[in-house]
């Protein structure tokens, strides 16, 4: 089975901080991870770093066959879908939402320059599949963080993509509108030809049975990861979040309830 994502040795150091410290994961085609952990336990920073948003400071990073510092990175971007609120920072206010969604096809920010007409007709497409026609004609600056992370979602999928990243997709969308996200990326994921997932999420309550795999963080280190069924339970919880915790399920769907602090 072939990679899609390796980390190995990944240290990524902010100040006299150490952000990440040796992080070994890989994921493998047809595999769908979860990543968790507490506030603070780097991972944002480990996507960033995926995605070459933030600069490793030590370390091993592939996507495919293509490895950070010897490929044109703006390239392998390109096979990358990514959903997270760090793109806000760069999107400029005034972005037209058909350029953000377009934008995504090249994975580059702030459209410049004419709008391809099968691509404009394509970011429509997806606009109307996820509820947001009514957007077509706005400008980024004017949206809601709902509305934004629904219009990340869309650029998202104008990538050629091997694996979508997802950070913490389900940020600022209501509770109806985030159970019709949630079951329309498992529905995606149960085609043939559906990328690796990797998702970055706080709640339990978001890990659909789609995904297969976790990787548990705490202060920048892998605390646990591999099956759901080897690493999600109620003392690894307990030991990356501080706190008793205990795992439940409610029909296909987990719970988490705190029982001493």
Known sequence: MSNVLQVAGLRFVRGDRAILDGINWTVQKGQHWVILGPNGCGKTSLINCLTGYEMATAGLIKVGNAEFGHADWREVRKHVGLVTSTLTHYLEPYEPVLDAVVSGRDAILNYVGERDASLEAEARVLLKRMGCAYLI?????????????????????????????????????????????????QDMAGQPESPSLVMVTHHVEEILPCFSNVLLLKQGRVLASGSKEDTLHDASLSAAYGAKLSLGHVNDRYSLKIVGL
């Open 137 to 185: 004609d706005s400008r980024w600056g004017v949206l809601s963080q709902g509305e934004r992370q629904k219009i990340l979602i869309c650029r998202a999928f104008m990538s050629q993509f091997d694996v979508l990243i997802l950070d913490e997709p389900c940020a600022g969308l209501d509770p109806v509108a985030r159970e019709h996200f949630l079951q329309w990326l």
